[in-house]
């Protein structure tokens, strides 16, 4: 179900301009069907799982590398993406939650085919906690309730016991090899920002767990688990000790620490090679990743021959080649390895290419702000500008391909993007920046690169848009209330939009992170969220304003996207809204097409006319 709707000049009204460019060249870029790193069983490696839209949903895939043969796990109507193979390769575990709500539980199949069936039964819907899976059929399940974080032990023809539980959120990360430990994330201090690590002896015939050791580095620093070695108790764990994501390796069980310190910029994430005898390293610096691999007896460190742009995940194969998911700004994505092969392919044509991106970096109020700049090739500056505001606020824009900044380019827009005071990559500081002025200090970033792409010749001021999605919605939505004069439109995807309504209604787990980030509730710091909340500004909102909302988004709900959206009609703001059955955005290719149709369809009505006949890019 869509609804279209306008408060100018009509309720009910379908654009016409619209349904002029829903055909145009631009979609293929979205309809071309794209792949996920294959993932693959620890004890039966030829077995992979991978998630593909191909269907025209992006759904859950098993793969056979012996026979090749590759089978559809899942179909529903607003797509899957989370799914699980168990160490043996024997069954698929997939979340199945309600028309992208969330809230859902786990159920599995066989690797081969056959019936669906609850995985653990006698466990109600939750929000994802975490899974891990061993090969004896031992399975933890990770839950997040408004109760809390809770993590339980499922084993076959037995009901499932609850081993941990507390009233602070958490993740489970990780089930030794041996399933004689396990380990979580937890903010039992009271600050889900920034977690804890501990690891829990598991006992299997009582049904119950005892902490091993806890692992924390205090106030502001976060700890973040990753796996258990191949074959020990080892535990790879990602610090932040001197203002960066590196790794370490805790071994709770004989009491041992062992920083891996590695002379390279940016921030460091790591994962074990099967043998347990090496990491694999990836460097994020200035919005472009590398891998290389790193000798734990020798230290020795060798970059791996991946081209410029973002891996998006990686992982080493049993023989040692590592297989990486690769983009860049001109270059759709691809399932590359270390040898240079194609590891897999989607069906179809390959989706048109873009432009290449420029980096940018201005100063700014918290130090110098690193941006991207996409040009159209074939028009002058300066040019109608859209701002794109990623979300999170713990993500980064990357060189990486992306047809919602293209499609942009294609329309004669430049695209500036901003990794603002708040952004992950820059380190743990920059990162946390945005506490105590939530929201605004992420439009101060915003605002001076903003008057750089102006005083530079860039951007046009008078045709200037500020977009974004989720986190990037709430920011577009409070920076036309902040500074209406510096926008010509605003376009907002599943945003908060009144914060403290919002809080009531969100994921608990969004409910912490939100008093981690300003020092409380909305009850206990009530000025604080008025001051970081879009409906505090909207009597001074003088742009038109686009909404796309998910009529079941448990992160941006419904509810408070109404009360900004009637404070609008209140105010006779100009204002459009497209509403769509789903969640937190839509896994369905058509429902991301009308998405883009609706932005790009009112930022050019709003902006006016730019190109008479849109660009493809190069093919």
């Known amino acids: 179900m869509v609804i279209w709707y306008h408060s100018f000049p009509s309720i009910g009204a379908f654009p016409t301009a619209l349904l002029e460019i829903m055909g145009e060249r631009w979609q293929e870029r979205f309809r071309a069907a794209r792949i996920s790193l294959p993932s693959w069983a620890k004890e039966a490696p030829d077995r992979s799982l991978f998630r593909s839209n191909s269907s025209g949903t992006w759904e859950l895939y098993t793969w056979d590398r012996a026979t090749g043969e590759q089978r559809q796990v899942t179909k529903r109507p607003n797509g899957t993406t989370t799914g699980v193979l168990d160490p043996t390769g024997t069954r698929v575990w997939w979340f199945d939650d309600t028309d992208g709500d969330e809230f859902g539980l786990w159920r599995r199949q066989e690797f081969d085919g056959g019936e669906h069936e609850i995985a653990v039964p006698g466990l109600e819907r939750s929000y994802l906690g975490?899974?891990?899976?061993?090969?004896?059929?031992t399975a933890l399940v990770g839950r997040s309730t408004d109760d809390g974080f809770s993590v339980h032990l499922a084993l076959p023809d037995r009901p499932p016991r609850t081993v941990y539980?507390?009233?602070?959120?958490?993740?489970l990360a990780a089930l030794s090899r041996d399933e004689s430990l396990f380990a979580i994330?937890?903010?039992?201090?009271?600050?889900?920002?920034?977690?804890?690590?501990?690891?829990?002896?598991?006992?299997?015939?009582?049904?119950?767990?005892?902490?091993?050791a806890d692992l924390w580095d205090g106030p502001g620093k976060n700890l973040s688990p990753v796996a258990f070695a191949p074959h020990d108790h080892r535990l790879l764990v990602l610090h932040e000790r001197r203002d960066r994501l590196e790794p370490l390796i805790w071994d709770a069980v004989a009491g041992s620490e062992h920083e891996i310190a590695i002379d390279l910029p940016g921030e460091l994430a790591a994962d074990w090679y099967p043998d347990g005898d090496a990491l694999l390293i990836s460097q994020d610096f200035r919005a472009r990743s590398r891998l290389y691999r790193y000798d734990l007896a020798s230290g020795a460190l060798t970059e791996l021959p991946v081209p410029p742009g973002l891996v998006s995940a990686a992982a080493p194969r049993p023989d040692g080649t590592v297989e990486y998911a690769w983009s860049s700004s001109a270059r759709p994505p691809m399932i590359r390895d270390t040898n240079g092969r194609t590891v897999l392919s989607p069906p179809g044509p390959e989706a048109p290419w873009s432009v290449p991106v420029e980096d940018a970096t201005v100063s700014g109020p918290g130090g110098d702000i690193h941006a991207l700049v996409s040009r159209p090739e074939e028009e002058s500056a300066p040019f109608p500008t859209v701002f794109?505001?990623?979300?999170?606020?713990?993500?980064?824009?990357f060189d990486s391909f992306s047809p919602d900044v293209a499609a942009w380019v294609d329309h004669g827009f430049a695209v500036v993007r901003v990794n603002y005071r708040g952004s992950t990559g820059y380190g743990s500081l920059w990162r946390d920046a945005l506490e105590g002025r939530v929201g605004l200090t992420e439009l101060e970033d915003i605002k001076a690169v903003r008057d750089w792409a102006v005083e530079s010749g860039l951007a046009d001021p008078d045709r200037l848009v500020l977009e974004g999605g989720s986190w990037g919605g709430y920011l577009a939505l409070l920076g036309?209330?902040?500074?209406?004069?510096?926008?010509?439109?605003?376009i907002a995807a599943v945003p908060i939009a009144d914060y403290a309504a919002a809080y009531e209604?969100?994921?608990?787990?969004?409910?912490?992170?939100?008093?981690?980030?300003?020092g409380g509730s909305p009850q206990e710091v009530p000025e604080l969220y008025q001051r970081s909340s879009p409906i505090t500004y909207v009597g001074d909102v003088t742009a038109p304003v686009l909404i796309l909302a998910g009529e079941n988004d448990p992160r941006c709900p419904i509810r408070q996207i109404d009360n900004y959206i009637e404070r609008l009609a209140e105010l006779g703001k100009p204002h459009?809204?497209?509403?769509?059955?789903?969640?937190?955005?839509?896994?369905?290719?058509?429902?991301?097409?009308?998405?883009?149709?609706?932005?790009?369809?009112?930022?050019?009505?709003?902006?006016g006319p730019v190109l008479e006949v849109p660009r493809s890019g190069r093919s």
Do not use: C, K
């Not at 539980?165 to 993740?171: D, F, M, V």
């Not at 036309?480 to 605003?490: E, S």
């Not at 209604?505 to 300003?518: H, Y």
């Open 165 to 171: 539980s507390h009233r602070e959120e958490g993740w």
């Open 185 to 212: 994330a937890h903010s039992e201090h009271g600050d889900s920002r920034h977690m804890a690590v501990r690891v829990l002896r598991l006992d299997t015939a009582t049904g119950t767990a005892q902490t091993v």
């Open 388 to 397: 794109l505001v990623h979300g999170g606020p713990e993500a980064q824009d």
């Open 130 to 137: 975490g899974l891990a899976l061993g090969a004896s059929g």
């Open 480 to 490: 036309v209330g902040v500074y209406p004069d510096d926008w010509r439109v605003a």
């Open 505 to 518: 209604d969100e994921m608990e787990a969004l409910r912490a992170f939100d008093r981690s980030l300003f």
């Open 576 to 607: 459009e809204v497209y509403r769509f059955d789903a969640g937190h955005g839509s896994l369905v290719v058509e429902e991301r097409i009308r998405h883009m149709a609706a932005e790009l369809d009112f930022a050019l009505r709003n902006t």
